[in-house]
């Protein structure tokens, strides 16, 4: 199983991760404005389904990465951490800006959900992200399968947690999601994952 040492930085990382709105977060807030918190929230469902669809590719993946590369892993997690610390410069170049999605009305809360499933699995950098991040807490001495699924699943619930309240923050109060707040939010969250990304590659070493 997972390393407890580890867990705990590790939810602190997914909550740095989850909090940053992106592209699933503006299909959030859009439809959220439009259509009112449930709508939002059923965002939130299919992307669910999404990352839980690609968190299990990521673990099957890397379950024959190990058995076939053996210790060119740990390059592979270096990589894996280096691409966490470009992730975290883009974060402090970050405009605040959640971009402009037209959600259109009339849609069932069933049709709004695979709008979030197809939206995820049309993302090939969430893909890559996960690729790249959940490695980074996995002990290739032990069975990695059970390892990434369970690091899914945490990064599921958090993730899931900060967008419901993106939906609900959206459905309610447009205007505590400002340009100048997702702004400092994503400069802050850049600086502590920068600064995770060096500290997973030192780690990686000793």
Do not use: H
Request: contains cysteine.
């Amino acid at each position: 199983m997972v390393d407890l040492s580890l867990l705990i930085p590790y939810v602190g990382a997914c909550f740095v991760l989850a909090v940053v709105p992106g592209p699933t977060v503006t299909v959030i807030v859009a439809n959220a404005l439009s259509r009112g918190t449930g709508a939002g929230l059923a965002i939130v469902a299919g992307t669910q389904a999404g990352v839980l669809i690609m968190t299990l590719i990521v673990a099957l993946g890397m379950q024959a990465l190990v058995a076939f590369m053996g210790a060119a892993f740990d390059w592979i997690k270096l990589i894996g951490a280096a691409y966490l610390i470009w992730l975290g410069y883009k974060m402090l170049r970050s405009d605040g800006n959640l971009g402009t999605v037209r959600a259109e009305r009339g849609k069932s809360n069933g049709r709004i959900a695979l709008e979030g499933f197809l939206v995820i699995l049309s993302n090939p950098k969430l893909l890559i992200f996960l690729g790249a991040f959940l490695p980074q807490f996995v002990d290739v001495t032990q069975p990695t399968f059970p390892q990434v699924m369970v690091l899914g699943l945490v990064f599921m619930f958090v993730a899931g947690a900060t967008d419901a309240v993106y939906a609900l923050v959206a459905g309610r109060a447009r205007g505590l999601l400002s340009a100048a707040r997702v702004r400092v939010v994503s400069r802050l969250a850049g600086v502590i994952l920068m600064a995770g990304g060096v500290w997973l590659a030192l780690q990686q070493r000793a």
